[in-house]
């Protein structure tokens, strides 16, 4: 058990059981990517654990970039990516990647998925480690999935609850 803020959270799935998923993960992108030089977006804050983990395990030439997704009104979602912020790279004919933390409404990753569909990249695929079917509000289709999830509040692993607990090395959910 461990408290975070005004929260208390206790263990839900171990570092073992996340190390031995991305390593899964990593084993199917390397097999469907090979010889191909496959672009990986890390959606910032909270990608950057599993993504880390996932693209070191994967022997391919790539490239990798991070971007952030303006959507937040104060502590509410939009729902809507207002914007894409550092998405520099020219991405027509690209096989892209876009590595998430979590996709639970499917909102935010469903105008993430527009707005780089636009860009006319060759495929694009969503590489995400939780994802909760409860929650979501619109189809998403996902071809890496770490761990489907119930409609909980997690932390750890890159999730934060208020700017905290990213750092954690398992998850947890509230208790």
């Known amino acids: 058990m461990i408290n975070i803020l005004d929260k208390t959270f206790v263990p839900f799935i171990s570092r073992q059981s996340i190390e031995n998923r991305v390593l899964e993960l990593s084993a199917m992108i390397s097999k469907d990517y090979e010889g191909r030089c496959p672009l990986f977006l890390v959606v910032l804050n909270g990608a950057f654990l599993f993504a880390g983990e ?8 790539c490239e990798i970039t991070f971007i952030r997704l303006s959507s937040y009104s104060q502590t509410e979602s939009t729902g809507k990516v207002k914007e894409i912020i550092g998405l520099d790279n020219n991405i027509e004919n690209r096989d892209i990647i876009i590595i998430e933390d979590i996709v639970d409404t499917g909102l935010t990753i469903a105008q993430l998925l527009k707005q780089i569909e636009d860009k006319k990249p060759k495929s694009v695929e969503i590489a995400t480690l939780l994802h909760k079917p409860e929650a979501l509000k619109t189809p998403v289709a996902m071809r890496y999935i770490g761990f489907e999830i119930e409609n909980k509040f997690v ?7 208020d700017g905290i607990g990213r750092n954690l090395d398992s998850i947890y959910v509230l208790a």
């Not at 996932?54 to 030439?61: G, M, N, Q, R, S």
């Open 155 to 161: 932390v750890g692993y890159g999730l934060d609850y």
């Open 54 to 61: 996932l693209v070191k395990h994967i022997p391919l030439t």
